[in-house]
T-cell receptor, first 113, second 114 residues
Framework: DAKTTQPNSMESNEEEPVHLPCNHSTISGTDYIHWYRQLPSQGPEYVIHGLTSNVNNRMASLAIAEDRKSSTLILHRATLRDAAVYYCILREYSTNTGNQFYFGTGTSLTVIP | EAGVTQSPTHLIKTRGQQVTLRCSPISGHTSVYWYQQALGLGLQFLLWYDEGEERNRGNFPPRFSGRQFPNYSSELNVNALELEDSALYLC?????????????FGPGTRLTVL
């Protein structure tokens, strides 16, 4: 079962920032928050991950709430190539199940030229 | 560095047939995960292999099986194909002992069952 909640769809104008929200109220202390995106008929592409602190990389920024029950993926300037389904995922680990990823249905991002 | 590769890209089978899908992980990764993604749906976890053994499986019938070879590549076998097995099958690899556990995905194999 998916352990995250995301809006089904969002729209953004090209070259404007996009904030993609995710709720994960049942997160545990050791769960990492991962974000992936998937273009049609392709495998998911890793975007960013974090545990407690905000994170930045060349693709995006991840803002994590202080209580860790929600996070926001920030695309600083949306381009047409950013149109994809964005998945917010909790990574749970145990010796029995390994790195378990629970995918929800994600947020479909439309970028308007 | 080469990413995760999968073969074949596309496959068409008929009901009752058997199929084998293949996956090569990123060099140095020992864990391989298989997912099924039916059209318009999210990813459903199928199987996890590490160090040549099946470590965990999702809620799928036994006709979904596989194995991992000494070079860490993996096969997914599906027997007695049913129409609802039509989906994109994705393979991902990761480091076994990584704290973060980032999984890197291949491009997938599109299976169509007629």
């Amino acid at each position: 079962d998916a352990k995250t909640t995301q809006p089904n769809s969002m729209e953004s104008n090209e070259e404007e920032p996009v904030h993609l929200p995710c709720n994960h109220s049942t997160i545990s202390g050791t769960d990492y928050i991962h974000w992936y995106r998937q273009l049609p008929s392709q495998g998911p592409e890793y975007v960013i991950h974090g545990l407690t602190s905000n994170v930045n990389n060349r693709m995006a920024s991840l803002a994590i709430a202080e209580d860790r029950k929600s996070s926001t993926l920030i695309l600083h300037r949306a381009t047409l190539r950013d149109a994809a389904v964005y998945y917010c995922i909790l990574r749970e680990y145990s010796t029995n199940t390994g790195n378990q990823f629970y995918f929800g249905t994600g947020t479909s991002l439309t970028v308007i030229p | 560095e080469a990413g995760v590769t999968q073969s074949p890209t596309h496959l068409i089978k008929t009901r009752g047939q058997q199929v084998t899908l293949r996956c090569s992980p990123i060099s140095g990764h020992t864990s391989v995960y298989w997912y099924q993604q039916a059209l318009g749906l999210g990813l459903q976890f199928l199987l996890w292999y590490d160090e040549g053994e099946e470590r965990n499986r999702g809620n799928f019938p036994p006709r979904f099986s596989g194995r991992q070879f000494p070079n860490y590549s993996s096969e997914l076998n599906v027997n007695a194909l049913e129409l609802e097995d039509s989906a994109l099958y994705l393979c991902a690899s990761s480091l076994r002992t990584g704290r973060v556990g980032t999984q890197y995905f291949g491009p997938g194999t599109r299976l169509t069952v007629l």
